[in-house]
C-alpha cells in the first residue's frame, strides 16, 4: 500500500510543480467535471486522503474550508502538512489490519483495507481529470507511468 500512496504523492507534487506554469486565473477557472476546477481538485484530494487516514485512526474529521485555501501556496502547504500524518500512519500499517473493521462519520462500515484502495483509486481518478483539464489548456500533463519513479 505504502508503495502506491508514495506514487499519488510523487504525482500530485509534480502537478503542483505543473500548477506553478498556470495562472491563478486559470487553476482557478469552473472546469467541466471533477469537484470545480484544478486547485479545489488538489485540495480535494489531499483532503479525502486525510480524511480517511484520520478515520482509519478513530480520529475525528474536521472539513478545511478552500475558501480560505485558494492559492497554489496554500493548497501545497495544507497537502504537505496532512502528508505527515498520513505517511506516519501508513509506516506503521501492516497487512494483518486489512479486514479490520472501520465505521465511518456517516455510519458506514468498511475495512481498513478498502478504505486505503479507496484512497488511492480516488486520487488517481482525479489526476485523471487534471491530465484532460491540462490537455484543454494545450499543456503537457504529469506522466502518470509508475515505472522509472524509482519506487521499488
Known sequence: MLKMFQYNWQ????????????SSEELLRKRVGGVGNILQTLFHIADVEWSW???IQGKPDFQEDFKSHMSLELVRKLSDSFHTEVEEFLQTWTNDRDGILVTDPWGREFTQGEILRHTIAHEIHHIGQL?????ELGLAPVSPNFINRGIR
Open 11 to 22: 504525482v500530485r507534487d509534480e502537478w503542483f510543480h505543473w500548477c506553478e506554469k498556470v
Open 53 to 55: 487516514i484520520r478515520t
Open 131 to 135: 491530465s484532460v483539464w491540462s490537455r
